[in-house]
């Protein structure tokens, strides 16, 4: 690299970090944020479970495409939840979060591994192997919601 395209580089890496410093987003927007991915989770795994209780007939492309969402949107939940977020909009985010936040992080990540095998069980095509993996994937859910989520 020459001397002017490092100069550059280094001036552009400073520029994003001042602006990454100025404009972290104040904690109404994190709230929003956090809210509308747990809002489109729910959403996904809410179709997963009318078709695993029956509630509307078994479509396995539909099934693959709506736990694939929600393996991706799983990736997306560390950002809703920086230092500070804790209040600033209504929420049902409990502020243990922040004070136990290496088991709120572990249940993110079983969260996260379930919903992954979830999509590969799907992708797999399986009936009761992906059923047995949806009630798994749901635990994770509630392990989170009964200590970390207000009613
Ligand atoms: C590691 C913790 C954790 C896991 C795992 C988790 N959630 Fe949540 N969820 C939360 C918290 C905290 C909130 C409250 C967010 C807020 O109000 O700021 C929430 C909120 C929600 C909401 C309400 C969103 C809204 O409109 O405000 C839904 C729906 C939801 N979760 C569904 C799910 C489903 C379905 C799963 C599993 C497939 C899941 N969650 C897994 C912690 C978790």
């Known amino acids: 690299m020459t001397a002017s395209r490092t100069a550059l580089a280094a001036c552009l890496l400073a520029a994003a970090s001042a602006v ?3 404009g972290a987003p104040p904690p109404d927007r994190v ?4 809210q509308s991915v747990f809002g489109l989770i ?15 007939p078994w479509d396995a492309a539909e099934f693959t495409r709506r ?4 393996a991706q949107l799983s990736q997306m939940t ?3 939840f920086p230092p500070g977020s804790d ?3 209504a929420t049902d985010a409990k502020p243990e979060i922040w004070t136990n936040r290496a088991d709120f992080d572990a249940k993110m990540d079983d969260f996260r591994r379930e919903a992954a095998a979830l999509a590969a069980a799907a992708r797999g095509g399986d009936q009761d192997a992906i059923k047995a993996q ?6 994770t859910c509630k392990a989170c919601h009964d200590e970390y989520k207000a009613d």
Do not use: C, H, P
């Open 20 to 22: 990454y410093a100025q």
């Open 31 to 34: 709230i929003g944020y956090r």
């Open 42 to 56: 729910g959403w996904n795994f809410g179709g997963l479970g009318d078709m695993v209780r029956e509630r509307r």
């Open 67 to 70: 736990a694939e969402r929600v």
């Open 78 to 80: 560390d950002e809703g």
């Open 87 to 89: 209040t600033g909009a």
């Open 134 to 139: 949806f009630s798994k994937t749901g635990g």
